[in-house]
């Protein structure tokens, strides 16, 4: 499948930061978009923490930014304190939950069949689950990067996925926060790689459908080259998605 066929999604994680101020930045956010001659042709999407989802969704409105969380629990509801399901997130105003990011999966020792079980919860109440996967730096050096995604991906999908439902963000972990990002090159093999497990997971139709996200490091800087590697349908986006202006700057690489 041609990968415009693909509309592509940039989505915004701010992680554990921003507050009810922060909205100023999406406001500011919607002004640039609404400026831009052109509408973007991809998606746009922030993850703010879920104190703010439905604050950040009031802001967004009347522009094209859509709002997601970052994490939820497997249950609808019950004895589970401290949690957050992902009825909740969508009631706040979620359209999407970012499930097994590779910070839950180290902080909170997140398994694949944990991952799994939250898409599920996600795709159960009609949202988009966006699943991560992603190789540590010892991984990398092993030369196993291909068969921890590919592992990842087959345990962390339900039985629920379809390209409607289901986007996959490769967020190598040495990449995250650090400035560094793989070569195009291993980019390109990676998402390939995940296009092919794909369609064997979940049939032609619906593994050429899937958009698979790159995240580690997208900067304003590195956006347009990172779009143009075949099978990156769009980016996942950490520090520089907390301002307007860097978050605008790499949307700015889908705008034709
Ligand atoms: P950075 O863009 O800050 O590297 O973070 C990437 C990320 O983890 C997005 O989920």
């Known amino acids: 499948m041609a990968r415009r ?20 930045e999406v406001k500011a956010l919607g002004r ?14 922030i993850c703010p923490p879920a104190t703010l989802v439905h604050h950040i969704r009031d802001a967004a409105r009347g522009t094209p930014v859509r709002v997601g969380g970052q994490d939820c629990h497997f249950a609808q509801g019950g004895a589970h304190t401290g949690d957050i399901s992902a009825d909740m997130l969508k009631d706040a105003g979620a359209r999407a939950v970012i499930v097994g990011h ?26 988009t689950a966006i699943v991560c996967v992603g190789e540590t730096e010892t991984q990398r050096d092993d030369g196993a990067t291909l068969r921890i995604v590919g ?22 972990v040495w990449a995250i926060g650090t400035g560094r990002t793989p070569t195009n090159e291993d980019v390109a093999k990676v998402h390939q790689h995940l296009r092919r497990r794909l369609v064997a997971l979940l049939g032609e139709a619906e593994g050429e459908g899937t958009r698979v996200l790159y995240g580690g490091s997208v900067k304003p800087g590195n956006a347009v080259e990172l779009m143009g590697i075949d099978n990156v349908d769009g980016a996942l986006v950490g520090g520089a998605s907390l301002t307007a202006k860097d978050f605008f700057g790499i949307i700015a690489a889908y705008i034709r």
């Open 5 to 24: 066929a693909r509309r592509p999604l940039v989505a915004g994680n701010w992680k554990m930061n921003g507050t009810r101020s922060s909205a100023r």
């Open 32 to 45: 640039l978009v609404a400026k831009s001659q052109t509408k973007p042709s991809c998606e746009i999407m």
């Open 102 to 127: 590779s910070e839950r999966r180290s902080d909170h020792d997140e398994s694949d069949a944990v991952v799994c079980a939250k898409a599920e919860a996600v795709h159960a109440c009609g949202l």
């Open 151 to 172: 592992a990842q991906l087959k345990g962390s999908l339900p039985a629920s996925a379809t390209a409607k439902n289901t986007v996959i963000a490769y967020e190598p």
